[in-house]
């Protein structure tokens, strides 16, 4: 961190979050939910979903009329197995953990249970949700479209969104397995992080439409809007190395998160209509797997913790001296936030005292003001 970043705790920084969120007309429990899935990206030390999307994200958007701050959950389908959900573009974190939550219910009475959600907006890190079935002893699987940021391999317009596919289950450790990542190499949310720092971005991450590699953090912010950049699917530019895979997953979240609900896709979540903003319209969908309805759920954190440990204790490649699991590093990034709290750049400090100026939080006392 840089000499200019300052450290907040988290029971501060959450309690500011939900003020702001009620400020700009986001009920108070709405509010506390939107503001747990931020602040568990935060402590999880995922600082592209944390905070860092509180201004540009979500008050941004409510302020400018696409996205609704009163969540209108709707059910527009339901079985004992399954639910299609209408979100009707309110707040995507509140749509989602509701969502997630059914699919869990309803995994415990017949022992698996999926939810998909239409007209909804972006709901944070997907493992938050994940995370909700491995506390059951459940398996969580989530996936979610967003507005066009992926080419296709051997294209270079950007048809797909990030589409992360996301797992969690849980282990015998201290912490859950979680694998949630985008389909592309990158997301914008670390583009972000990047543009925030001054940080040039490595090569690969984003292709122009010259077919070559763009490494200009705020152009590609740009470009990306304007549809003459986009991020490159896992795997990277072409088939060599197996970008079509990427593609291929991005696809498969593309699908899952649109036909099952009736949802948009593609070009009709870029979030413009006619030149004027309109709301994303995003879809998600949620699993819930009763590990019980296969094996008692203590042997199968046994197993699993059994896997990830045999994994960590294979041979090290020269010069390095640890191998990692998925959700290992968040899990290590709260051990060493937990007394710290949150890290304050110098970009995310501007926008948090614009909020507490615009929204008159003069309760808040920050040590950068």
């Known amino acids: 961190m840089s000499e200019k970043t300052y450290w907040i705790d988290f029971d501060t920084m959450e309690q500011f979050m939900v003020d702001v969120f009620m400020r700009i007309g986001v009920p108070e429990e709405d509010a506390r939910v939107c503001a747990e899935v931020l602040i568990t990206s935060d402590k999880r030390g995922i600082d592209s979903h944390g905070i860092g999307r509180l201004k540009p994200i979500y008050y941004d958007r409510i302020r400018l009329g696409v996205q609704n701050p009163v969540t209108e959950f709707e ?19 509140v749509i989602s953990k509701r969502a997630m939550q059914m699919a869990i219910d309803k995994a415990r009475l017949y022992g698996m249970g999926m939810v998909a959600v239409r007209n909804s907006t972006h709901y944070g890190i997907a493992g938050y949700y994940t995370m909700m ?15 066009p940021s992926i080419a296709p391999t051997f294209g270079v317009e950007n048809m797909l969104g990030t589409n992360p596919l996301v797992f969690g289950m849980p282990t015998d450790e201290a912490f859950p397995f979680v694998i949630d990542c985008a389909t592309s190499i990158t997301q914008r949310g670390k583009i972000e992080v990047y543009d925030r720092e001054g940080k040039t971005l490595p090569e690969g991450w984003v292709i122009g439409e010259d077919g070559e590699p763009k490494t200009d953090a705020t152009a590609v912010l740009k470009d990306l809007v304007k549809g003459t950049a986009a991020l490159s699917p ?12 990427g593609y291929g997953y991005a696809t498969v979240v593309e699908i899952l998160s649109a036909a099952l609900q009736g949802g948009a896709f593609l070009k009709g979540l870029l979030g413009f209509e ?19 309805a296969f094996i008692d759920v203590e042997s199968f954190k046994k197993t699993t913790g059994d896997i990830l440990r045999q994994l960590r ?5 020269p010069g390095y001296d640890r191998i990692y699991t998925a959700g290992e590093k968040e899990y290590l990034a709260w051990l060493e936030r937990k007394d710290k709290g949150v890290p304050v750049n110098e970009a995310l400090q501007k926008d948090m005292l614009t909020l507490k100026k615009e929204l008159n939080l003069s309760q808040y006392q920050f040590p950068f003001e």
Do not use: W
């Open 234 to 245: 896992l795997g990277g530019i072409g088939e060599v190395t197996a970008g079509y895979k």
């Open 274 to 292: 006619n030149g004027k903003p309109v709301p994303y319209h995003l879809g998600h969908f949620f699993m819930a797997i009763d590990i019980s």
């Open 313 to 317: 204790a294979s041979k090290k490649a």
């Open 133 to 147: 079935a491995a506390q059951e002893g459940m398996i969580g699987i989530t996936g979610t479209n967003a507005r």
């Open 75 to 93: 059910i527009i389908k339901e079985g004992p197995t399954t639910a299609v959900i209408d979100g009707h573009d309110g707040m995507g974190h």
